[in-house]
C-alpha cells in the first residue's frame, strides 16, 4: 500500500451495523512541511485526548460543540474513522430536547447551560464533511435528525434583518448582538446543511432563503467596519448566502441598531460642519 494510503473497507464504530465499503483514502500531506505520518500522529494525538463517552475537550478538559466538531473532522480526515464516529455518536446522544448543546461541559457535567448559535450549527459542517470523506449514505441518514434539530434551534435565533443571534442563555433569552465571525461560521453551517437535506431528499427553501438573509444582513456592517481599519489592516471579506426555518416557542430575537453607512456618515459630518458655519456667521 503506498505511503499515507488509508486502508478501505468496513468500518463499523461500537453499536452499529456492518457499514458499507469504503474507498481506500489518502492521507493528507504538505510535501517538504508535512509528511502522511505527521498528520497521523496528530490525528493520534487528537484521539488519545477523547473521552469515554466520545467527547474531545479542550487541553483543560471542558468540551463545546464546535471544537468537538473540529477535532472529528481532524480524525476523520487522518483515516481514525472509528475516533470520529465515537464523536458524532456523542453528539447524538448529548443534544438536547432543543436542538442546542451546552456552551460549556466538562465531562458529564454541564458548567455552562447557554447555548452558542454557531457552535450548535457546526455539526452540519461536521456531518457534510465526514460524508465526503467516507462516502457513508447510512451515516447520514443516521445524523440528519441531529442536524435538522440544530439548524431550526440557530434558525430561530434569525433576526428580522437577517443576522442570527450569538447565542441564548440558559433562561431562554437571546442574547442582544451577533457577532460577524459567529454569523460566518453559521453561514458556511448552513450551506452544508442545505447540502445534506438535498442529498438525502428533504430540500429546505426556506433554509436557502434564510442563508441569503445572513448574507446580505451583516456584509454591509461588515464593509461598514473594514472601511474603519487603516488600510494594512483591512482584508476581503466573503459572506455566502444562508436559510430560515420556523422558530420554536421562545422570546423572538432583539432587532439589532444598524451601522451607518459611509454614504450617511457623510451627511451627519457635512450636517454638523454647516451647523458650525452659521454658528459662526451668527456669533
Known amino acids: 500500500m503506498p505511503p499515507g494510503e488509508i486502508p478501505g473497507g468496513a468500518v463499523t464504530p461500537p453499536g452499529r451495523g456492518p457499514a458499507p465499503q469504503m474507498p481506500a483514502l489518502r492521507r493528507p500531506a504538505v510535501p517538504g512541511i508535512l509528511t502522511a505520518d505527521d498528520v497521523l500522529a496528530t490525528g493520534r494525538c487528537i484521539a488519545a485526548g477523547q473521552q469515554r463517552a466520545g467527547a474531545i475537550g479542550w487541553p483543560d478538559g471542558h468540551c463545546d460543540a464546535w471544537n468537538h466538531v473540529e477535532c472529528a473532522m481532524a480524525l476523520s480526515a487522518c483515516g481514525l474513522t472509528e475516533a470520529a464516529r465515537r464523536a458524532y455518536d456523542w453528539l447524538r446522544v448529548t443534544q438536547r430536547p432543543d436542538g442546542s448543546w451546552p456552551k460549556k461541559t466538562v465531562g458529564d457535567v454541564v458548567t455552562d447551560s447557554a447555548a452558542e448559535s454557531n457552535q450548535v450549527a457546526y455539526v452540519a459542517v461536521g456531518t457534510w464533511h465526514e460524508f465526503l470523506v467516507t462516502g457513508d449514505e447510512e451515516f447520514v441518514r443516521q445524523m440528519w435528525p441531529t442536524v435538522r434539530r440544530a ?133
Not at 208 to 223: F, K, M, Q, V
Not at 226 to 250: K, M
Open 151 to 283: 439548524i431550526e434551534f440557530v434558525l430561530a435565533l434569525q433576526t428580522a434583518r437577517g443576522e442570527i443571534v450569538w447565542k441564548r442563555a440558559a433562561d431562554g433569552a437571546p442574547a442582544s448582538y451577533a457577532l460577524l465571525t459567529g454569523c460566518s461560521s453559521t453561514h458556511q453551517s448552513l450551506r452544508c446543511a442545505v447540502s445534506l437535506a438535498e442529498h438525502i431528499g428533504e430540500p429546505q427553501p426556506g433554509w436557502e432563503l434564510a442563508a441569503d438573509r445572513l448574507g446580505h444582513g451583516h456584509a454591509g456592517p461588515a464593509r461598514d467596519l473594514l472601511g474603519q481599519l487603516p488600510a494594512r489592516q483591512q482584508r476581503p471579506v466573503r459572506v455566502p448566502p444562508l436559510c430560515g426555518v420556523p422558530a420554536p416557542p421562545y422570546p423572538a430575537p432583539p432587532e439589532l441598531p444598524r451601522p451607518p453607512a459611509a454614504q450617511d456618515q457623510r451627511r451627519v459630518q457635512a450636517g454638523t460642519s454647516s451647523s458650525r458655519r452659521r454658528s459662526t456667521r451668527s456669533g
